[in-house]
């Protein structure tokens, strides 16, 4: 890693544009320009992707490059900082970048911000302490060994203090130290505590601006008619009753731009409020040209990649010999599974608005990968990187949807069209058939036990079109990301085999909350439990057999996959829920474990089943995320997990026919409801090892958990989903 520099106030203020006056502290380099760096002649390298700004108040400015949408980014990475830096939560101000790669990597999804970031914004703190523990022995003329940073103060050995804001005018002058020392773990006053967000004010009295509360002088609302089948464009169109509509200004043709996060196209309505906008869109006549996807049939689709997954594949992983296993084995299981699109379906729907001048641009958009949207933007406008600003709001929500920034770049379309600035503003309908969905799947699971009823042999086949689909056309088998979640099971099997089969893509693929992870985690946990049933095992005890004795996997990844951890949660997860308790009658507990963004989850749900009805009561998780940053964010996470899990079990299905998405809002693409919220109880294995993620590894237990449930209660299983299909809702 390189080192922190102090920045001159008039280099920081030019560039960054933060209010003059503080100890600046600035990260990764390439913010500056040759010109400016000249200028700057004390700049150093150093990439940790915020920037820290003291001022003589005692207020502390930091920089928060992710984008917050209920995951507690701002709080989480900023928290880091100030430990570190000792100093007082309360004069913290977050602001929030602009997208840049100056700041690094800015991609909010993957569950990594926090195992990215997480050393350097500690080096970061230190840094900024170590200076200002300089800055007041040399006002006291006293040695530095004898100072100590604590809430925001430096105290000398004698009890005398001096104030952070009282040592901006010093500590701004020096050179950065090239050694320094981080706390103690047992020291953090911040970091593995419960901190509130941030934005829990703003969020509390609904000042809080989320993308679709910005507005600007003069800005006009776009409604976009899309063709209802993927990828097809307009033939004809009639525009006539749509002007009549109060309010409307005029209907432009946006062109579709075939890239993976480029326009879908269509016809757009440009009116003085969303309300006319929508109308006018209503009152459109359109012939479209509905392209090569309008032969999709996500019912037909299903059949022919079940069809695919009972026939040999290609190899993804071949250790052993499983025909040899199955040919020895005492018993054979067998099932299929086949899971449906889902959709995001965000609270907030897509939404920017834009304002071109010339060849400039500026956008305002609740987006989680504004460097991607910068670049669009600038793709399309043809022009350079420092004319196009893109400014990040709260997001209502994103689960990887508004990671793909297709409606930043209509706004900008529009905008440049009319010469005005724009609010593109998708409707619920719009957002629910015209997305980027999660993959559909089928997927095909053997296994042979030996007559103890141990796996001896493990076969997983699966076929489902690829996110690469969506930036490579026409590829139609999984990739290598997607198949090494299958291959790499935490199981003590000698022989397994992963096949993959063909899957042609026909709608735009995107990943959603623990993408890849949501089929495997759902079929290895349900087929697990039904092998356990087979071999005459407790599930518990059959789970943790199956993962086997303590290692470590050998790989090349620095993350290593270790299996006492794995057991560990599922342990806790039992032990909380008192796995072995009688439960009334029609009552039952499901488990399910998984592994995924090098993190642990295991959680036991309790389900009844009374009258054909299924309810969940009860969801008990243990997660181990090596070191825990706010255990706030991560309770908050595993009970939204929960419940965006139930939401995948009880109802996640999106079909197409005739090519065109069938559902449309809430109504038929539903969530769980407040009435069947569960009680959520969550337990944070404390450790030292490296941060992993949270936001999405609490999503794929609870889905095959609640079906284990189900069939011990009951006696039958559930193969698919959702559940709603089965009237048991």
């Known amino acids: 890693m390189g080192t922190i520099k102090n920045i001159s106030r008039r280099g920081f203020v030019k560039v960054i544009g933060l209010a003059s006056g503080g100890l600046v502290l600035a990260c990764n380099t390439s913010i500056f320009s040759d010109k400016e760096k000249e200028e700057i002649k004390n700049l150093v390298d150093f990439n940790p992707n915020l920037f820290v700004q003291l001022n003589s108040d005692g207020s502390l400015i930091l920089i928060a490059s992710r984008s917050e949408m209920g995951n507690g980014v701002r709080t989480s990475l900023t928290s880091v900082i100030a430990d570190e830096m000792e100093a007082d939560w309360n004069k913290v101000v977050?602001?929030?970048?602009?997208?840049?790669?100056?700041?690094?990597?800015?991609?909010?999804?993957?569950?990594?911000?926090?195992?990215?970031?997480?050393?350097?914004?500690?080096?970061?703190?230190?840094?900024?302490?170590?200076?200002?523990?300089?800055?007041?022995?040399?006002?006291?003329?006293?040695?530095?060994?004898?100072?100590?940073?604590?809430?925001?103060?430096?105290?000398?050995?004698?009890?005398?203090?001096?104030?952070?804001?009282?040592?901006?005018?010093?500590?701004?002058?020096?050179?950065?130290?090239?050694?320094?020392?981080?706390?103690?773990p047992k020291d953090f006053k911040y970091i593995g505590k419960?901190?509130?967000?941030?934005?829990?004010?703003?969020?509390?009295?609904?000042?809080?601006?989320?993308?679709?509360?910005?507005?600007?002088?003069?800005?006009?609302?776009?409604?976009?008619?899309?063709c209802p089948v993927a990828f097809g464009t307009v033939k004809s169109f009639d525009k006539t009753e749509a002007l009549k509509i109060a309010g409307v200004e005029d209907v432009i043709e946006i062109p579709r731009i075939e890239k993976p996060f480029g326009a879908l196209g269509g016809i757009a309505v440009i009116a003085s409020n969303t309300w006319a906008a929508f109308k006018g869109r209503d009152a459109l006549i359109i012939e479209w040209n509905f392209g090569d996807n309008e032969v999709y049939d996500s019912e037909k689709y299903m059949n022919q990649i079940t069809e695919n997954v009972h026939k040999q594949g290609k190899v993804g992983k071949n250790t052993g010999n499983v025909n040899k296993a199955f040919k020895n084995a005492n018993k054979i299981v067998e099932s299929t599974f086949q899971l449906p699109h889902l959709a995001h379906a965000p609270m907030e729907v897509p939404n920017a608005v834009a304002w071109v001048q010339g060849d400039a641009c500026e956008v305002w958009a609740p987006t989680q990968d504004p460097q991607s949207a910068r670049k669009e933007v600038i793709d399309y406008l043809k022009t350079t990187e420092e004319k196009v600003t893109i400014n990040v709001t709260l997001l209502g929500g994103g689960f990887g949807r508004k990671s793909k920034p297709d409606y930043v770049v209509e706004a900008v379309m529009v905008s440049k069209a009319i010469n005005a600035p724009v609010q593109v503003v998708w409707s619920r309908e719009d957002d629910i058939k015209h997305g980027y969905y999660h993959t559909v799947s089928s997927q095909y699971l053997k296994a042979s036990l030996d007559e103890n009823g141990n796996v001896t042999g493990w076969l997983h086949r699966?076929?489902?079109?690829?996110?690469?689909?969506?930036?490579?056309?026409?590829?139609?088998?999984?990739?290598?990301?997607?198949?090494?979640?299958?291959?790499?099971?935490?199981?003590?099997?000698?022989?397994?085999?992963?096949?993959?089969?063909?899957?042609?893509?026909?709608?735009?693929?995107?990943?959603?909350?623990s993408v890849i992870n949501i089929p495997h985690g759902f079929s290895e946990n349900v087929f697990a439990d039904e092998l356990a049933f087979a071999a005459g095992k407790d599930s518990l005890e059959f789970r943790l057999n199956l993962i086997g004795n303590d290692r470590i996997e050998d790989t090349t990844d620095e993350y290593k996959y270790d299996t006492a951890r794995l057991k560990n949660v599922l342990k806790i997860a039992a032990k909380n829920a008192e796995w072995e308790k009688q439960l009334p009658e029609g009552h039952a507990y499901g488990l399910a474990v998984h592994y995924s963004f090098y993190t642990y989850v295991a959680s036991v749900v309790e389900v009844s089943v009374i009258n054909n009805k299924v309810k969940v009561h009860n969801v008990f998780t243990a997660i181990d995320c090596g070191t825990v940053v706010n255990k706030n964010t991560i309770e908050a996470q595993m009970q939204g997990s929960a419940i965006f899990g139930m939401s995948l079990a009880f109802y996640g299905k999106i079909t197409a026919k005739n090519g065109a998405i069938e559902q449309s809002n809430y109504h038929d693409y539903q969530m769980t409801r407040i009435h069947q919220a569960p009680k959520v109880h969550v337990e944070i294995v404390e450790s030292s090892e490296k941060p992993t993620g949270v936001g999405e590894p609490g999503v794929p237990v609870i889905a095959p958990a609640i079906i284990n449930a189900i069939f011990k209660t009951t006696g039958k299983r559930y193969y698919n989903l959702p559940l709603s299909d089965y009237d048991l809702l």
């Not at 569950?111 to 523990?133: D, H, N």
């Not at 509390?204 to 800005?219: E, Q, T």
């Open 194 to 226: 419960y901190l509130r967000s941030v934005d829990a004010e703003e969020y509390s009295n609904g000042s809080a601006v989320y993308g679709l509360d910005k507005r600007i002088p003069n800005m006009k609302f776009v409604a976009i008619q899309r």
């Open 94 to 184: 977050v602001k929030q970048a602009t997208g840049d790669a100056k700041y690094g990597d800015q991609n909010t999804d993957g569950s990594r911000s926090i195992r990215y970031l997480y050393e350097t914004m500690r080096q970061m703190g230190a840094m900024a302490k170590a200076m200002l523990i300089t800055a007041a022995a040399q006002t006291w003329q006293v040695p530095a060994s004898e100072c100590t940073a604590e809430n925001h103060f430096i105290i000398h050995s004698s009890g005398k203090k001096i104030a952070f804001g009282d040592l901006v005018e010093t500590a701004k002058i020096l050179e950065i130290p090239t050694d320094i020392q981080l706390k103690n």
């Open 462 to 513: 699966f076929a489902l079109p690829s996110i690469v689909s969506t930036f490579s056309p026409g590829v139609d088998y999984a990739a290598g990301f997607e198949i090494s979640s299958a291959a790499n099971i935490p199981f003590d099997i000698e022989n397994i085999k992963v096949e993959v089969g063909q899957a042609p893509a026909h709608v735009r693929i995107g990943w959603l909350r």
